[in-house]
T-cell receptor, first 116, second 114 residues
Framework: NAGVMQNPRHLVRRRGQEARLRCSPM?????VYWYRQLPEEGLKFMVY????????ESGMPKERFSAEFPKEGPSILRIQQVVRGDSAAYFC??????????????FGNGTRLTVT | AQKVTQAQTEISVVEKEDVTLDCVYE???????LFWYKQPPSGELVFLIR??????QNEISGRYSWNFQKSTSSFNFTITASQVVDSAVYFC???????????FGAGTTVTVRA
């Protein structure tokens, strides 16, 4: 049973370009979460999605960031017009249910975005 | 609002020494979960333990042990007889029961020297 798959592992973008980060949840998991880890910091919640729905995007910057989890295919975190401050590790996690006590989060290996 | 504080930024030890990582949390809820994750140099997040607030029993798993003290809002983690492979960043996290969001501490970088 494959774990949470994220790609690419490393992504380099110039300022102003778009970054697309992909996440395939564990088989059978319909809940997907994105977290961001800035340098020297812990992970911060960004967004929670179920298939075709954004449930909670309270941690997402208001501009340039968007996320989707289509009926078919992986979840995508899109960052438009990237700036140097977007450089971070972006982690995706998935779960069977929303209760971390009974259904713990499984994290992917992360995508490390570097904006030059 | 919930908050997790890991006051130790970096700890460096020599192999076979014990190392204890501190974690202090704040939450208004009486029911919650606490977690520890390990992030080795390769970057992935490895789940180590989940503890709910009802269970204050300390836990031991091999060289790892956890001390949960609800009275002081602490959930400390000890690595006994450390090894070079224990070198990593360790994160403590909190989730209120019924909430899917985890609040992470800033992490403690552990370096074990041979």
């Amino acid at each position: 049973n494959a774990g949470v798959m994220q790609n690419p592992r490393h992504l380099v973008r110039r300022r102003g370009q778009e970054a697309r980060l992909r996440c395939s949840p564990m088989k059978g998991h319909s809940h997907v979460y994105w977290y961001r880890q800035l340098p020297e910091e812990g992970l911060k919640f960004m967004v929670y999605l179920q298939k075709e729905n954004i449930i909670d995007e309270s941690g997402m910057p208001k501009e340039r960031f968007s996320a989707e989890f289509p009926k078919e295919g992986p979840s995508i975190l899109r960052i438009q017009q990237v700036v140097r401050g977007d450089s971070a590790a972006y982690f995706c996690a998935s779960s069977l249910s929303t209760d971390p006590g009974t259904s713990p989060l499984h994290f992917g290996n992360g995508t490390r975005l570097t904006v030059t | 609002a919930q908050k997790v504080t890991q006051a130790q930024t970096e700890i460096s030890v020599v192999e076979k020494e014990d190392v204890t990582l501190d974690c202090v949390y704040e939450t208004r809820d009486t029911t919650y979960y606490l977690f520890w994750y390990k992030q080795p140099p390769s970057g992935e997040l490895v789940f180590l333990i989940r503890r709910n607030s009802f269970d204050e029993q300390n836990e031991i798993s091999g060289r790892y042990s956890w001390n949960f003290q609800k009275s002081t809002s602490s959930f400390n983690f000890t690595i006994t007889a450390s090894q070079v492979v224990d070198s990593a960043v360790y994160f403590c996290a909190l989730s209120e029961i019924g909430d899917y969001k985890l609040s992470f501490g800033a992490g403690t970088t552990v370096t074990v020297r041979a």
